[in-house]
């Protein structure tokens, strides 16, 4: 009985601090057609573009971090978060949207690019 020959790692020969050649990942294997479903989802997920996504930053003080991150994980069922930003965007539109309400007749406020409001520490 012959013993198959033993296969090579593609990380032998090299060490964290050498960064790994990039290889050409191997094409996969042609895969029959999937059937066509007869019927499209009755409700599509609508979800935007990442590109669309844009990173908000604010701070909290004494236990409001602890009490933000509770109430996320009491409200996630009842009002269909699925992380913390969901929670997040969800009140900051709320009061958003009461404020257009009672200052611009109920129409959106025109958006106004970063770095317009106070940045960093307020001068002395």
Do not use: C
């Amino acid at each position: 009985m012959t013993r198959p020959a033993p296969r090579k790692s593609s990380l032998s020969g090299t060490t964290a601090a050498m960064p790994q050649q990039e290889q050409a990942a191997p094409a996969p294997a042609p895969t029959p057609a999937a059937p066509q479903p007869t019927q499209a989802r009755a409700t599509p997920r609508a979800k935007p573009a990442a590109k669309d996504r844009q990173q908000q930053n604010y701070y909290t003080y004494g236990d409001e971090g602890g009490r933000i991150r509770a109430a996320f994980f009491v409200g996630r069922d009842e009002f269909g978060w699925r992380n913390m930003t969901d929670m997040q965007r969800q009140g900051v539109m709320a009061i958003v949207e009461d404020l257009e309400a009672r200052h611009n007749g109920g129409e959106p406020f025109e958006g106004l690019p970063p770095g317009t409001g106070p940045v960093g520490r307020p001068i002395e």
